[in-house]
């Protein structure tokens, strides 16, 4: 639990270690979320830099559910593993969510991403599938800020929830559409659909968590893979969201196969007599996709030839692959993804690539490795990544002596008889 951290809405605050850890886990009596709660609302546990105490209930959410993941990654609160299905491969990996969430740029102060750690505009009507209500179709939402006393009613939920007027205003909907009572809202969402349930929770939860809240695993694919953290959030029991897509699944609009094969043909030749290249093969891969450095689904890659004698493993000539699942999945994602206009795009950049490599040095190549870095930074903290190159270099500094030290007090030992002899 580290003492000190800055908040998402950009508050400083202490966290007292002996007044956590005093705070015994209240167990299973209680929801997962007001566990984690009923540790943080200990005396004294939170202040301000200025040694003012904090009550918890005061505390903003999106604030309280940082201190929350902490609580759980200290261990204060038991948290057990998820499996889920990774989203390149589908196959199940496990994680503990909090064990895994980076919390480096909390730590250090790094929480000035124009994105990432943007306030939640409060003031604007957010658009959501259409919800009919007795007074009407409703097209939009607006919430409220809440703090952790004003939600405590979802915090506290052990199971399903009825949409009471206590719920109402504990989730803030402040409007539903025209609606503005507790009464007209709950009416409106007591007959959402799952579509709309599951676009108000996603609203609801950018509201009050950071969009920081992941934790991420790698699965042996290379992808890698996102969940949010604290896992157990306020909505489940109201909105549980809708099973994720296999891979596999079906795609309104995506070309099957073959179809997806003849337009990598016909792109091929054109881009290819545009470029002034041949005899590069380019090969459709309908497996699961490969994988940048940074644990993207990649939709195309360039990989050259393997050079004689050189041990590389790899095709013996240059080559172009594209990833059929990786296209479907961006279509599955955004309905107005162009696959033709994205195939001929793939292909003319992995020419470059190729282009670049025969000249020796590849720019482009340089440029996707500096932004992964950059995303990585900006998740993990630049700061946390600097303490852990130092760490890796001790590491093998260690790792060298150890190895080396047997044969240095030989050489040493031989130094010493042979001064002896002499």
């Known amino acids: ?10 508050r400083k605050v202490r966290l007292s270690q002996e007044a956590l850890a005093a705070a015994a886990d209240p ?26 105490v904090i009550a918890l209930d005061d505390l903003e959410l999106r604030d309280a559910h940082l201190l929350r993941a ?16 990774c989203h390149n491969c589908g196959e199940p990996v496990t994680l503990t969510p909090s064990e895994a969430f980076e919390i480096g740029p909390f730590v250090d102060d790094e929480l000035d991403d124009p994105e990432l750690d943007a306030p939640f505009d409060f003031d604007r009507r957010w658009a ?3 919800v009919f209500s007795d007074e009407g179709a409703a097209r939009t939402i607006r919430l409220a800020p809440r703090t952790v006393g004003e939600a405590q009613v979802l915090a506290r939920a052990n199971g399903p929830l009825d949409l009471s007027r206590a719920v109402i205003t ?42 920081r809240s992941m934790a991420e695993v790698v699965c042996a694919c290379g992808a890698r893979n996102e969940h949010p953290v604290p896992a157990d959030r306020e909505l489940d029991a109201l909105a549980p969201l809708a099973d994720p897509e296999r891979p596999e699944s079906e795609v309104a609009g995506f070309p099957d196969e073959e179809t997806f094969a003849r337009w990598v043909r016909e792109t091929t030749k054109r881009v290819f007599r545009a470029r002034g290249v041949r005899n590069v093969p380019v090969v459709v891969d309908f497996g699961v996709p490969a994988c940048d450095d940074g644990g993207s689904p990649l939709l195309g890659c360039y990989t050259p030839g393997a050079l004689e004698g050189d041990g590389a493993i790899g095709p013996a000539s240059p ?21 033709r206009a994205e195939i001929e795009e793939t292909i003319d950049h992995e020419t470059e690539h190729h282009l670049h490599f025969l000249e020796g040095d590849d720019p482009v190549d340089d440029e996707e490795r500096a932004v992964i870095a950059k995303e990585r930074a900006l998740v993990v903290g630049k700061k946390e990544l600097t303490r852990r190159a130092a760490k890796g270099v001790l590491a093998d500094f260690v790792g060298f002596v150890r190895l080396a030290f047997p044969l240095l007090a030989l050489l040493v030992g031989l130094s010493i008889w042979r001064s002896c002899v002499d």
């Open 27 to 52: 167990g299973e009596t209680l929801a997962p979320i007001a566990r984690a709660f009923a540790v943080l609302a200990a005396p004294r546990a939170i202040t301000d830099e200025d040694g003012e």
């Open 128 to 130: 959501i599938p259409t």
């Open 319 to 339: 080559e172009i692959r594209l990833y059929y699942r990786s296209f479907r999945e961006e279509k599955r994602l955004d309905e107005s993804f162009d696959v």
């Open 170 to 211: 504990a989730l803030g909907v402040r409007e539903l559409g025209r609606s503005k009572t507790a009464r007209a809202i709950a009416s409106g969402l007591e007959r959402a659909d799952d579509e709309a349930w599951t676009a108000i929770a996603a609203l609801w939860e950018r509201a009050h968590y950071s969009p």
């Open 70 to 85: 902490l609580v759980l990654r200290a261990g204060l609160v038991e948290e057990g593993p998820r499996t889920f299905p």
């Open 1 to 10: 639990m580290p003492p000190r951290v800055t908040l998402p809405s950009g």
